[in-house]
C-alpha cells in the first residue's frame, strides 16, 4: 500500500476566504437581507464486501447557498462552482426568486449576531487520514474474518468539512469538522454480526476491537430457533435503544405540538416515559459530534430535553418560537440519554441478571406507523438471541416489533451508563443498553 | 483562451488513466439544476435553485476499482483527480485477491434527451407557486383540515459519460413532479391523505395534467372521513391493492431482492442481501402464474430509460418474473459475469457525479391481466381496497414486509363501502406474491416513480419507475396500526 496521504490541494475553503466569498455576495446583493452558507466537504470511503474491497473513493464537494430576502418574499440558490461569476450568477438567482415569490407570513430575518461556542469539531488525526489509513483498517477488520473463515462486509469513511453561515446583520460563523466512521457485518453462514463506530478522531474506531465484537456476534448467532411472535421482555444493546429514541426525537417537532397533529401534544410538562430518564443535549462531550453552530445561524448548547421523565423541551422552528415567545432555540444534535439510580456496568452484567428475554443487538429499517401514538415498526437485526437464567442460551430468528417507545420506555427493568451508539439509520448518541419489561413483537422472519 | 469543453475534460482525463496502465477508465461530468417550490399550511415556504457540477473518475487497476470525484471542474483538477484515481486503485489492488471482470459491452455513440413539451423553466415562478397557494386553499376550505402541504419540484441533468473503451454519451434528461397533502384533526386524532403525480420523465406538462387544485377537494375530503373513519379489525382480509400502492410493494419485495449485488453480499453491511440466491435462478416460484414483472428500461418516460446506464450499457427489457417463476436479475457489468451472464442488464447508476454507481432496480411492472376493476373487487366477500403509500418496513433479506397505505375502504360482498384507518398488513414475500388470483386489465395500468430509493454507502438515492394494473391478493394478514394498551 502505497498511497500517499490525502492531499491537501486544493485547501478546503478557510475562514478568510469564506469571510471574503460571503463579504463579496453581501455587498452585491439588493436585497434586505441576505445569508450565506457553506458546506465544504472532502469525504473519503473505503467499502468492502466478501472480504474485498469493493469501492474505493474520495470525493470533494463544496456548496455555497444564497438566501435573498425583499420583505417577506425570499429565495434560495445554491452552486458548486466558487469562481466569482458563477457566485455572483447564484445571487442573482436567489435575487430573482425571491422579487417574485410571495410574501411569507412566518418569514423573520437572519438571527441576531452572538459569539458562538468554539468546539473541538476538528480533529488533526481526521484531516490527515487518506485512502491509505482507510485501506489499512478495511484489511484489519478483512484479515481478522478471514481468520476465522468468516465473511466481512462493511465500511471505513473518514472526512473534513469547511461549515459556514454569515448574515447582512453581521451574523457570521465558521468551523471545521471532521467525521470518522466504521461498521462492519460479519457473516458466518446464515448468522451475521454487526458493530459500528463514529467519531470525530479516525483513532477512536476501534477498529480491531469492534470488529471482534462482531465475529463473536456472528458465531453465536447460527442454528437460530424459532420463537413465536408476542409481547417478551427485551434486553436492547445501546444500537437498538438509539434507533427507538431517533424516532422518539424526531416527534418532538414543535409546530406539530402546536397544531394538536404529534404524539406529545398537551404532554409539555409531562411525564412522557420512566421517570428515570433523562435526554439532554452535550454538545462539549468529547465522544459526540456537536457543533457550535447550525446552518440557520442559532448556537448551539447544553439543553435538557426530558428530565426525568418529564417532557421540557421541543424542536423550535424560528417562527414558531417567535409565536411562542421562546428566547432560545434549543438543538438536539449531540444527545445522550441517561438512567438515573444505580447502573448496570455493561451489558453482560443486565444479561446475567435477567431470568428470561429476549436480546436484540440492532434495529433496522424502523418506520413510524402510526404518529398519534408513535407506534413504529421495525425489525432485529445482526443478532437476536434468547436469554435464560442470566445467559444467553441460542440465537432466535429475527422477529418484526410494532410498539411504541412511548410505551416501551414507561417502564426500565435495569440498565447501564450511556454508551457510544451509532447505526445505518441514526445519528451518533451515547445511550444505555436497557432491560424493559415488553417490547411487542408481531411477526417472525425466516432467518 | 476559452473554457475547455466537456470533450476535452474528458479526453484529458482518459490520457492519464491510460498512460497509467490501467484496464479500464471512465469519467462523467454532470450538470445538475434542480427547483423545488414547496408549501406548507397556505404559504410558500421554501423556493430553491441548485445547480450540482462536478465530475467522478473510476478507474480499474489489475482488476482493484478507485474512484475519485471533484466539484471544481479545471485544467488543474482534472488530471489531479484523474491521477488520483488511479492511486487509489492500485492502493484496492494491493490488498485484493480476486479480481473484477468487467462484462463486454458494445461500444456506443449517442446522445439521450428527454422529450418535453413544456419546458419547467419556461414556466414562471409566479405560476408555479399561484398553483401551489390554490390547492392548499382549497385544501383548508375543507372543515377539520390542519394542516397542508404542496410541492413542485423538476431535475434536468446534462452528462457526458466517456470510457477508455471508446464508449461517448451525452445526456438531456428531466423528470418532475407534483404533490399536494392534508392533515386533519377530529376528536383528537389526525391523519393525513395525499396526492401526487408520478415522478416521470416529462416537463411541466406533467403538472399541468395534475390538476392539483382539483385534486385537493377530493383529498380534503378524504383526509377527514379517514381521521373520522373506525379503525380496522385484525384479521385475515383479500386485498386488493392500487397501481400506486403497488408500485412501493413490487419495489420493496420485489425490486430489491432481484439486485445481484445484494444477493451475492456486496450490500450486506447496508441495505442487505437477498433471499433470491443465486441458486434459486430459474426455479424458485416466487409468486402465482398471475404474477409476471418485466423490467424495462426502455419505457419512454420512465426514470430509468436514460438510454444507457453508467457502465454505459444500453437500456434493455427482460423478464425478472415469468407465470411467478424467478428468471432474472438486475446487473451491472461487473456482477454480470459473476452469474456467468455475457451481457449487463445496464442498472448501474449513481446519483450524482460525486458517487460510484451500484446496481440499481430497473423500471419493473407488473405484467397486466385481464380482470376489470369490478371482476377484482367482485369476488370479494370481505376485504380492503388500498390507496397510496403509507409505512413500510422490510427485512434485511426482504422475506419478512410490513405495509400500510395512504387510504383504504373495506369491502363487502363485492362492493367498496367506507373508509378504514390503520390497515397495515404484513407477510412473507413469496407467500404474499403466491397469493395473488387476479391483476387487471392494461386500461388500468398506472405508473409511478421513485426517486429516494435509498442504498450504498455512503448513502445514494436511486431512480426508477413501477408499473402496474390494481391486484388482488387472497387471506393476507392485517393488523391494526396502533397498539392498544
Redesign the interface.
Known amino acids: 500500500m502505497s498511497i500517499t496521504a490525502a492531499k491537501t490541494w486544493p485547501k478546503m475553503t478557510s475562514r478568510e476566504e469564506f469571510r471574503f466569498l460571503a463579504d463579496l455576495i453581501l455587498a452585491r446583493s439588493s436585497g434586505d437581507e441576505t445569508t450565506v452558507t457553506l458546506q465544504d466537504l472532502h469525504a473519503g470511503t473505503t467499502r468492502f464486501a466478501n472480504n474485498h474491497v469493493v469501492q474505493n473513493v474520495d470525493v470533494r464537494r463544496g456548496t455555497l447557498a444564497v438566501t435573498v430576502a425583499f420583505g417577506a418574499r425570499h429565495g434560495t440558490a445554491s452552486a458548486t462552482d466558487f469562481t466569482a461569476g458563477s457566485v455572483l450568477e447564484t445571487l442573482a438567482r436567489a435575487e430573482q426568486i425571491a422579487r417574485v415569490t410571495p410574501e411569507d407570513p412566518e418569514h423573520l430575518a437572519p438571527p441576531e449576531p452572538e459569539p458562538f461556542a468554539v468546539r473541538e469539531t476538528a480533529r488533526p488525526e481526521t484531516m490527515a487520514a487518506g485512502p491509505s489509513r482507510r485501506l489499512e483498517y478495511a484489511n484489519e477488520a478483512i484479515g481478522l474474518c478471514r481468520m476465522e473463515h468468516l465473511l466481512a462486509a462493511g465500511v471505513v469513511t473518514s472526512s473534513v468539512s469547511s461549515v459556514g453561515v454569515a448574515s447582512n446583520n453581521g451574523l457570521f460563523g465558521y468551523e471545521t469538522r471532521t467525521d470518522a466512521r466504521f461498521s462492519i457485518t460479519v457473516q458466518a453462514g446464515d448468522a451475521t454480526g454487526w458493530n459500528a463506530a463514529a467519531h470525530r478522531s479516525i483513532d477512536h474506531l476501534k477498529v480491531q476491537e469492534r470488529t471482534l465484537a462482531a465475529i463473536d456476534k456472528a458465531k453465536r448467532g447460527c442454528e437460530p430457533r424459532e420463537l413465536p411472535a408476542g409481547p417478551y421482555p427485551v434486553v436492547l444493546e445501546p444500537a437498538a435503544v438509539a434507533g427507538l429514541w431517533t424516532c422518539l426525537i424526531r416527534a418532538l417537532d414543535a409546530k406539530s405540538y402546536q397544531k394538536g397533529v404529534s404524539p406529545f401534544s398537551g404532554r409539555l410538562g409531562e411525564r412522557v416515559v420512566d421517570k428515570r430518564l433523562t435526554l439532554n443535549n452535550s454538545p462539549d462531550h468529547t465522544d459526540l459530534l456537536g457543533v457550535g453552530f447550525t446552518f440557520q445561524g442559532l448556537p448551539s448548547g447544553p439543553s435538557s430535553w426530558i428530565d426525568s421523565g418529564l417532557l421540557r423541551q421541543l424542536a423550535y422552528d424560528r417562527f414558531t418560537a417567535n409565536v411562542q415567545g421562546i428566547k432560545t432555540i434549543s438543538t438536539l444534535e449531540a444527545p445522550i440519554l441517561s438512567v438515573a439510580g444505580a447502573v448496570s456496568g455493561s451489558t453482560k452484567d443486565l444479561i446475567s441478571q435477567t431470568d428470561r428475554a429476549i436480546l436484540v443487538s440492532n434495529l433496522w429499517y424502523i418506520r413510524p406507523v402510526n404518529l398519534n401514538d408513535l407506534t413504529l415498526t421495525g425489525m432485529t437485526r445482526d443478532g437476536t438471541f434468547l436469554i435464560e437464567k442470566g445467559e444467553i442460551v441460542c440465537a432466535v430468528k429475527n422477529f418484526r416489533f410494532h410498539d411504541s417507545p412511548l410505551r416501551v420506555f414507561q417502564e426500565i427493568r435495569a440498565a447501564t451508563a450511556p454508551m457510544e451508539a451509532v447505526t445505518a439509520e441514526t445519528g451518533k448518541m451515547l445511550v444505555p443498553a436497557m432491560a424493559l419489561p415488553r417490547l411487542h413483537f408481531s411477526s417472525v422472519t425466516r432467518f | 483562451m476559452g473554457t475547455p469543453s466537456w470533450e476535452e475534460f474528458s479526453a484529458l482525463a482518459l490520457v492519464r488513466i491510460r498512460a497509467a496502465g490501467a484496464e479500464y477508465g471512465d469519467i462523467r461530468i454532470q450538470h445538475s439544476m434542480t427547483e423545488q417550490v414547496r408549501g406548507e399550511d397556505r404559504?410558500?415556504?421554501?423556493?430553491?435553485?441548485?445547480?450540482?457540477?462536478?465530475f467522478?473518475v473510476r478507474v480499474l487497476y489489475h482488476g482493484?476499482?478507485?474512484?475519485?470525484?471533484?466539484?471544481?471542474?479545471s485544467l488543474e483538477?482534472v488530471p489531479?483527480i484523474a491521477d488520483?484515481?488511479v492511486?487509489?486503485?492500485?492502493?484496492?489492488a494491493?490488498?485484493?485477491?480476486?479480481k473484477v471482470r468487467l462484462a463486454e459491452e458494445p461500444v456506443h455513440c449517442d446522445r439521450v434527451v428527454t422529450p418535453v413539451r413544456i419546458d419547467p423553466r419556461t414556466v414562471?415562478?409566479?405560476e408555479k407557486?399561484s398553483l401551489l397557494?390554490e390547492a392548499m386553499e382549497v385544501l383548508h376550505g375543507q372543515t377539520g383540515i390542519?394542516?397542508s402541504a404542496a410541492e413542485v419540484w423538476w431535475r434536468r441533468d446534462l452528462k457526458r459519460f466517456e470510457s477508455t473503451e471508446g464508449t461517448a454519451l451525452e445526456f438531456d434528461l428531466l423528470a418532475a413532479q407534483g404533490a399536494i397533502s392534508a392533515?386533519a384533526?377530529s376528536d383528537?386524532?389526525?391523519a393525513t391523505r395525499s396526492f401526487n403525480t408520478p415522478h416521470l420523465r416529462q416537463g411541466y406538462e406533467l403538472i399541468e395534467g395534475a390538476r392539483l387544485p382539483h385534486e385537493s377537494l377530493r383529498v380534503a375530503s378524504e383526509a377527514v372521513e379517514k381521521a373520522k373513519a373506525p379503525a380496522v379489525d385484525a384479521g385475515f382480509y383479500d386485498l386488493v391493492l392500487d397501481p400506486e400502492h403497488l408500485s412501493l410493494t413490487m419495489h420493496e419485495s420485489c425490486g430489491h431482492p432481484s439486485e445481484l449485488d445484494r444477493a451475492?453480499?456486496?450490500?450486506?453491511?447496508?441495505a442487505g442481501t437477498s433471499?433470491l440466491t443465486t441458486d434459486t435462478l430459474g426455479t424458485f416460484r416466487f409468486g402465482s402464474p398471475h404474477v409476471t414483472l418485466v423490467a424495462d428500461n426502455t419505457e419512454p418516460g420512465t426514470l430509468a430509460s436514460t438510454g444507457y446506464d453508467d457502465d454505459g450499457v444500453a437500456c434493455q427489457m427482460w423478464d425478472i418474473v415469468r407465470d411467478g417463476i424467478f428468471v432474472g436479475y438486475c446487473t451491472n457489468r461487473e456482477v454480470a459475469s459473476k452469474i456467468g451472464e455475457a451481457r449487463s442488464r445496464g442498472c448501474n447508476r449513481a446519483d450524482s457525479w460525486?458517487?460510484?454507481p451500484i446496481v440499481r432496480i430497473a423500471n419493473m411492472g407488473l405484467q397486466s391481466g385481464t380482470a376489470t376493476f369490478d371482476q377484482l373487487l367482485g369476488d370479494v366477500k370481505r376485504g380492503i381496497y388500498v390507496e397510496g403509500h403509507g409505512?413500510?418496513?422490510?427485512?434485511?433479506?426482504r422475506?419478512?414486509f410490513?405495509f400500510?397505505g395512504d387510504a383504504f375502504w373495506l369491502i363487502e360482498n363485492g362492493r367498496r363501502t367506507h373508509m378504514l384507518r390503520?390497515v397495515?398488513y404484513?407477510g412473507?414475500t413469496p407467500e404474499f406474491w403466491n397469493s395473488c388470483d387476479g391483476v387487471a386489465d392494461g386500461t388500468l395500468r398506472q405508473r409511478y416513480g421513485f426517486i429516494t430509493c435509498g442504498k450504498g454507502?455512503?448513502g445514494q438515492s436511486g431512480w426508477m419507475t413501477h408499473a402496474a394494473s390494481p391486484a388482488r391478493f387472497r387471506k393476507v394478514q392485517v393488523?391494526r396500526?396502533?397498539?392498544e394498551?
Do not use: C, M
Open positions: 404559504r410558500i415556504a421554501s423556493v430553491r435553485d441548485a445547480e450540482d457540477t462536478g467522478g482493484a476499482w478507485g474512484f475519485a470525484a471533484s466539484s471544481i471542474l483538477e489531479r488520483l484515481a492511486e487509489i486503485a492500485k492502493g484496492s494491493s490488498i485484493a485477491t480476486e414562471s415562478l409566479e407557486t397557494l390542519v394542516r392533515t384533526l383528537g386524532r389526525f451475492l453480499g456486496y450490500e450486506a453491511n447496508y433471499f460525486g458517487s460510484v409505512s413500510y418496513s422490510i427485512d434485511q433479506r422475506y419478512n410490513q400500510g390503520d397495515i404484513h412473507i454507502q455512503p393488523i396500526g396502533e397498539r394498551s
